[in-house]
């Protein structure tokens, strides 16, 4: 086990063991109360809920910042028709389907997959959404754009699952890049988004990432800030496409 992944675990453990404590002493259940009414609150609260799926889905809150968060917010509130195509489901995807006309979400591991799944059909109240689990690549593609780099994926190919968006019909109004092989998604999201449409680019301070947002012709505002569940800051790139009247 990498040092890294190492420290995430043992702090997970803490995080876990001290929301027990919490809960005990009523600590959570205040929380609960005032989150809804406080930015702070609402971020001391998902502490508890790192790596928890449901936890983060009963906050109402994808796992980007805050301030991108309230962007994406603002911008499907102007468009009760928005379809929304996702590269990495979780909670995120319930957020989105309770703002957007539609969501499509693609997967590539098969049993978050299908734990996903399961939790999308248990919640009332939901948009259409439409899962799909996209395997890493069988054969081997030698272009390193396709090449994930994150462990435990790590020099697998997901040319497919970065194609995934070519399979859909039409475009879409918003575009969310928080899975495998991010660089590629985008090469392959830029063509699907419609005019005026965003796309919301997850981890974006990532070196492996730089070339990849800086070379696309699109807008791209970085928001950097607190983040659910994260004890420390964060980035969230926002790339915007102009809108028809600029084409």
């Known amino acids: 086990m990498g040092r890294k992944v190492w420290a995430r675990t043992v702090y997970v453990g803490l995080v876990r063991g001290a929301g027990r404590v919490a809960r005990a002493l009523g600590?959570?259940?205040?929380?609960?109360?005032?989150?809804?009414h406080s930015r702070r609150a609402h971020w001391l609260r998902s502490l508890f809920a790192i790596?928890?799926?449901?936890?983060?889905?009963?906050?109402?809150v994808p796992w980007?910042?805050?301030?991108?968060?309230?962007?994406?917010?603002?911008f499907l509130a102007e468009r009760p028709a928005a379809?929304?195509?996702?590269?990495?489901?979780?909670?995120?995807?319930?957020?989105?389907?309770?703002?957007?006309?539609?969501?499509?979400?693609?997967?590539?591991?098969?049993?978050?997959g299908y734990k996903m799944q399961g939790l999308l059909d248990r919640l009332p109240g939901l948009g259409p959404v439409r899962l799909r689990t996209v395997l890493p690549d069988a054969d081997r593609v030698t272009d390193p754009l396709y090449v994930s780099q994150k462990k435990p994926?790590?020099?697998?190919?997901?040319?497919?699952y970065a194609r995934a968006i070519e399979r859909e019909e039409g475009q879409f109004d918003l575009i969310v890049i928080d899975g495998r092989a991010r660089a590629a998604c985008l090469a392959h999201a830029r063509t699907r988004l419609a005019p005026g449409g965003l796309i919301v680019f997850d981890n974006s301070h990532r070196c492996r990432y730089r070339e990849a947002i800086e070379s696309c012709d699109l807008r791209v505002e970085r928001l950097r800030g607190l983040t659910p569940s994260l004890p420390y800051p964060d980035e969230t790139t926002l790339l915007s496409a102009p809108g028809p009247e600029h084409r």
């Open 64 to 74: 980007w910042t805050y301030r991108a968060i309230d962007r994406v917010d603002a």
């Open 51 to 60: 790596h928890d799926l449901e936890g983060l889905v009963a906050l109402d």
């Open 83 to 112: 379809r929304v195509f996702e590269y990495g489901s979780g909670a995120s995807t319930v957020w989105l389907a309770r703002r957007a006309a539609s969501v499509t979400t693609i997967e590539h591991h098969a049993g978050w």
């Open 153 to 160: 994926e790590q020099g697998q190919s997901f040319r497919a």
């Open 27 to 36: 600590v959570l259940a205040l929380l609960d109360r005032l989150a809804p």
